[in-house]
């Protein structure tokens, strides 16, 4: 059973920053690709930022300049550094790799106000 484990989120002031972490149960390469997507209730899940297993990032328009996705193979683990956040980025973040199927993590609540 794949499992997705996140960490990192919290409460942060608007313009503040802070570095979502997921660590998966088998190589991460085993993945076509890994992401961040992000749920706000009574929204639509939106994809945020993903690493394909070549090394090839992309992030939607909103969060561009702003966040990064990077990772670390011998860890297993992706992270999503989110810099200047914005009360709109607040979300709960799910960690996703895509494989034989979708998979994703419990899910880490990233909150941003003042």
């Known amino acids: 059973q794949v499992q997705l484990v996140e960490s990192g989120g919290g409460l942060v002031q608007p313009g503040g920053s802070l570095r979502l972490s997921c660590a998966a149960s088998k190589n991460i390469f085993s993945f076509a690709f890994m992401g961040w997507d992000r749920q706000v209730p009574g929204k639509q899940s939106e994809l945020v930022a993903y690493?394909?297993?070549?090394?090839?990032?992309n992030y939607v328009e909103s969060v561009r300049g702003r966040f990064t996705i990077s990772r670390d193979n011998a860890k297993n683990t992706i992270y999503l550094q989110m810099n200047n956040l914005k009360p709109e980025d607040t979300a709960v973040y799910y960690c996703?790799?895509?494989?034989?199927?979708?998979?994703w993590g419990q899910g880490t609540q990233v909150t941003v106000s003042s």
């Open positions: 996703k790799g895509v494989s034989d199927k979708a998979y």
């Open positions: 690493i394909t297993n070549s090394g090839i990032t």
